[in-house]
């Protein structure tokens, strides 16, 4: 006997300004291994926090081999993920990655309801997402911020804790 689909959907008008971000994590070597893990528990205890405007957290495993682990996250909308982002436990974590990325690649992919998205990927092996079909460019200067990629204009809401020259020292 045949089970009819159960088909739904989802009413997102209370969320007008709805964001989707897509995070990956790649291991390149055993090294990254090690960091993959300890990104993990960080994570899941930021998440544990509460974060304002984080609607929903999904843990990912894009591949075994290698190891490549991620997560989706829906945002209420940018102004919540930009205010996260550029604060601690955040603001640390990157500042640390980007002076050493422990043997692993990162990448992420933000998706806006209203239109529009951005993307950037570190110390991938190889192209991966859109940078398989986009031209892809070297992300300093404007290129480094997701509101200036965005094209958004105005300041974010919280200052960066620490300056672009200081991420890259």
Known sequence: MKTPVNRQTVDLSQFPDLVVIYLGMRVKNLRGLRTLLAFGSKIR??????????LLHESLTYSIIPPHAGMRQYWRDFESLECWARSLPHQDWW????????????????????????????????????????????????????????????????????????LYE
Do not use: C, N
């Open 45 to 54: 205890e930021s998440v544990g926090a509460k974060p304002d405007g984080l």
């Open 95 to 166: 500042k640390t990655y980007l002076r050493d990325t422990g043997g692993t690649g990162f990448w992420h992919e933000t998706y806006f309801v209203r239109g529009g998205f951005e993307a950037v990927y570190d110390d991938l092996p190889e192209p991966m997402g859109m940078m398989k079909f986009a031209p892809h460019q070297t992300a300093r200067g404007a290129m480094f911020s997701a509101r200036k990629r965005l094209g958004l204009g105005g300041e974010p809401s919280i200052a960066p804790a620490s300056s672009e020259s200081e």
